[in-house]
């Protein structure tokens, strides 16, 4: 059997992206394939189990979430405990894939006990980092992992560097004996929101259709500050979120006439009934919320900064992309 230890020294790299991709296509390929993420700490973080719960989703696996996610403490040996959560995790499965955080340098408690595990169940250990330039910073960290390292994983490359990284990076990590296994360029189509998760970043409430609140957000629109109808400005986007004011009802009623994802309201005041009709009609959320328009820009701004990878729609979008 295999193991695949994915890890990264920052939250929203990518891990479980990669991991979901390489499952997903391992499974294709005829591999059983079983999932672990264990959290090293005293006390399990709030939503831990987000990202095991979609795992779980997208392997079909039988295991409770709390099985694919156990919570190791650090007292006592960590790699005895970390071996039986990974005992359990991988019966009868041709290939496990472990999802990890690792430290900033290699003297941190994280790396330590990442480097740990590693030894400790001979994974092969791929690294994921979203591209930045800290990346020649961390050098030391992924060399840690010794002879376990198979590579590293670039993510959310802007296309307009991706000359720059065959150039001028790629040089620098075979310098560093780091192998660069793959590089994904930013896709807006693995960037996305649902509309829940719009709801919950801009502190909002959905208040009809709410059977929606899992459909993704490709594009988000202001409403126009004019006195013209709007029909032309929303009606250049598709499948997207419209922002606008409590006191432009006109501009609301025009946003739900092109191809509208959700509408957000802002402000005190409540859709009035023309509206809240048409919305229904058109099988279309609302999402009030108090914030004003700059703040909810902002809201949606760092929302799409930390996107996470966790809807089972994205995953043909990056079935594709691991493929090539």
């Not at 719960?53 to 190791?72: G, H, I, R």
């Not at 009934?273 to 099988?283: C, I, L, M, N, Q």
């Amino acid at each position: 059997m295999v193991a695949l230890y994915v890890v990264s020294a920052e939250e929203a790299a990518g891990k479980t992206t990669i991991g979901a991709g390489v499952g997903k296509y391992l499974q294709d390929d005829g591999k059983k394939v079983g999932f672990l993420k264990p959290i090293i700490a005293d006390k399990k973080p709030s939503g831990s189990n987000t990202d095991a719960a979609f795992m779980k989703q997208v392997l079909s696996s039988s295991e409770m979430v709390d099985t694919l996610c156990p919570l190791v403490s650090e007292e006592g040996v960590l790699a005895n405990k970390v071996t039986e959560a990974y005992v359990k995790a991988s019966q009868d499965r041709d290939v496990i894939i472990i999802e990890g955080m690792c430290g900033q340098s290699p003297n941190d408690n994280l790396s330590k006990a990442c480097y740990e595990i590693a030894e400790a169940l001979k994974t092969k250990v791929i690294i994921v980092e979203g591209y930045s330039q800290q990346l020649f910073q961390r050098f030391s960290t992924y060399k840690g992992f010794g002879r376990n390292l198979l590579g590293i994983v670039l993510n959310k490359v802007p296309r307009s560097r991706l000359q720059c990284l065959s150039d001028e990076i790629s040089p620098q990590f075979d310098k560093a004996g780091i192998s660069i296994l793959g590089v994904l360029p930013e896709d807006r189509d693995l960037f996305t929101l649902t509309i829940d998760e719009l709801a919950d970043h801009i502190q909002g409430e959905i208040l009809n259709n709410t059977e929606k609140s899992a459909e993704l957000v490709e594009n988000f629109m202001l409403g126009a500050i004019s006195v013209d109808s709007g029909l032309e400005y929303f009606g250049r986007k598709t499948n997207k979120a419209v922002v606008v004011r409590d006191n432009r009802p006109d501009m609301q009623l025009a946003a739900l006439e092109t191809p509208t994802r959700c509408l957000v309201i802002s402000g005190d005041t409540a859709p009035i009934y023309s509206v809240r009709y048409r919305a229904e009609d058109k099988g279309v959320p609302i999402i009030t919320t108090q914030h004003d328009t700059t703040t909810i820009v902002k809201n949606i701004e760092e929302a799409l900064g930390k996107a996470r990878f966790n809807q089972e729609k994205k995953l043909p979008r990056l079935a594709e992309i691991t493929e090539q």
